[in-house]
C-alpha cells in the first residue's frame, strides 16, 4: 500500500501514518494559539506531575486558561469562561485533587469534575487530560467523530452531532484503549491526529485519505507576494487551518460574544 493510499480509522490507521499526521500538527495549528498549546500541552502537564507526591491538582487560575484554550480550539461558548470563573480557587483544588487521586477509575473522576459550575463532560475530561495525557482523551469534537466514524450516528463524519455525554466520553475512552494497545501512542497525540484531520475534513474512509490531507495543505492560497531578495513574485500558502480560526474570531466579535 502506497504511502498515500492508506485507511486513515483509528482501528486501521497505521504507526508510520499516525506519526506522518501528528508531525503536521505544529504546522497547521493557527500561530495565535501556540502560546495557549503550550501552556495545555507542556507546562501545565509538567506542573501537575510535580504536585504529583503531595497530591496533584489544578489551580483556578491553570482551570480558567484551559477553558479559554478549549475556547479558541473550538466552538466558541461565551458563557463558559464565566461559570468556571465562578468557582472559588478553594472549590477547584479541592475538586480537582480529588478527581485526580491514585486508582480513582477516570469515568468517577469526570464526573467529580463536573459538579464544578460550567464544567460539563468535555470540559472535566480536558482537565483529565493534563493530569494524563497518556491514558485520558479530551473529549474533542475532532476525537470523538475520528473515534466513532462508523458508527451510527446523524449526520456522518465531520458534521456527527454530538451530546457531550459522560456515555459518550466511556465510549471515546474504549477506542481511544484500543488505539494506544495497538499503535503505543497516547491519547493527548491522537488528539492532535484528530484535529489535523477534521480542519482538513479529510474522509477518513477513504483510501486516498493521506493523500487529500496534502492536497489541502497545498491549496491554502496566497496571502501575499514575496520582496526583492526573497523571490519577488513568489507565492506565500496560507495556513487553511488558521484562515479558518480567524473567520471564526471575526464570526465572534462581530456577533458580539
Same mark, same amino acid.
Given at each position: ?28 495549528? @493557527?500561530? !495565535? %494559539?501556540?502560546? #495557549?498549546?503550550? +501552556? &495545555? ?8 506531575? /510535580? ?55 477516570? @469515568?468517577? !473522576? %469526570?464526573?467529580? #469534575?463536573?459538579? +464544578? &459550575? ?8 480536558? /482537565? ?130
Amino acid at each position: 500500500m502506497s504511502p498515500t493510499k492508506t485507511t486513515l480509522k483509528y482501528a486501521q490507521i497505521s504507526k508510520p501514518t499516525f506519526d506522518n499526521i501528528l508531525s503536521r500538527y505544529a504546522s497547521i495549528v @493557527p500561530s !495565535a %494559539l501556540r502560546e #495557549l498549546d503550550e +501552556l &495545555r500541552y507542556d507546562t501545565m502537564p509538567a506542573t501537575v506531575q /510535580l504536585r504529583e507526591e503531595k497530591g496533584a491538582y489544578l489551580t483556578k487560575d491553570e482551570v480558567v486558561k484551559l477553558v479559554e484554550w478549549k475556547l479558541k480550539h473550538g466552538r466558541f461558548r461565551p458563557k463558559l469562561l464565566s461559570l468556571v470563573s465562578s468557582n472559588s480557587p478553594s472549590d477547584i483544588e479541592k475538586t480537582t485533587r480529588e478527581a485526580f487521586s491514585p486508582n480513582v477509575p477516570t @469515568p468517577l !473522576a %469526570l464526573n467529580d #469534575l463536573t459538579k +464544578l &459550575r460550567g464544567i460539563g463532560p468535555a470540559t472535566a475530561s480536558l /482537565l483529565l487530560s493534563v493530569h494524563d495525557p497518556t491514558h485520558n482523551p479530551f473529549f474533542s469534537d475532532e476525537l470523538f467523530r475520528w473515534m466513532l466514524w462508523d458508527t451510527r450516528g446523524s449526520p456522518k463524519g465531520w458534521q456527527r452531532t454530538i451530546s457531550y455525554t459522560a456515555k459518550q466520553y466511556e465510549m471515546l475512552l474504549t477506542c481511544v484503549d484500543r488505539l494506544r494497545e495497538r499503535l503505543g501512542v497516547s491519547a493527548v497525540d491522537m488528539e492532535k491526529v484528530a484535529w489535523v484531520l477534521g480542519k482538513a475534513r479529510v474522509d477518513v474512509g477513504l483510501e486516498e485519505g493521506l493523500g487529500k490531507l496534502e492536497e489541502w495543505e497545498k491549496g491554502g492560497g496566497v496571502v501575499g507576494v514575496g520582496k526583492k531578495g526573497g523571490g519577488e513574485g513568489m507565492k506565500r500558502k496560507r495556513n487553511p487551518a488558521e484562515a479558518e480560526w480567524r473567520s471564526a474570531e471575526l464570526k465572534a466579535h462581530a456577533e458580539g460574544v
